[in-house]
């Protein structure tokens, strides 16, 4: 029976962990590929959140949520390469204490995400354009900023403990 260890092994040892490490340069492009969507999905969400909290009023509420779909692109573009990432040095992140403390925020923000889609979304679509949201929307903004400044954050810190060995 394989242990969780030994799972960690095969994926590095695997197709993408190998991959990964075969030259300094496909580490360096995923890099700017995981840097490209987490600016993507940083960016819309400040823009959105900032507008569910009522900071930006003057933009029209629909035109700030038009930004959600850009917010997706950079997520799945960062869960690409974040993945490869993992199976290039597994059980080094596992190790890691900040990549442990990124994936439950990870989790969290997409709990997030999903009780909005399906409890507040219509709700807001429905208001008038230059509206203000109620306190529990707003909770969740500051929740989703706060957790996306902090995944952020705690990629540095990964990057400073993993190290890299090529």
């Given at each position: ?34 840097f ?16 569910l ?53 990870v ?16 709700k ?21 900023l706060a ?20």
């Amino acid at each position: 029976m394989m242990t969780f260890h030994d799972l960690l092994i095969a994926l590095k040892e695997g197709p993408i962990g190998q991959w990964m490490g075969a030259s300094s340069w496909v580490y360096t492009v995923m890099l700017m590929f995981h840097f490209t969507g987490m600016s993507l999905l940083f960016g819309a969400m400040l823009l959105v959140d900032l507008r569910l909290l009522g900071v930006t009023k003057q933009i029209p509420i629909k035109t700030a949520l038009a930004f959600l779909p850009v917010a997706i692109v950079g997520f799945v573009i960062n869960l690409i390469t974040g993945f490869c990432f993992f199976a290039f040095q597994p059980t080094l992140m596992w190790s890691n204490p900040a990549f442990k403390v990124k994936m439950a925020l990870v989790l969290i923000a997409g709990l997030n995400a999903l009780w909005f889609a399906l409890i507040e979304d219509k709700k807001i679509g429905a208001m008038p354009p230059y509206g203000d949201t109620n306190i529990v929307v707003k909770f969740s903004a500051g929740l989703s900023l706060a957790i996306w400044t902090v995944v952020i954050i705690c990629g540095r810190m990964i990057v400073g403990l993993v190290g890299l060995k090529f």
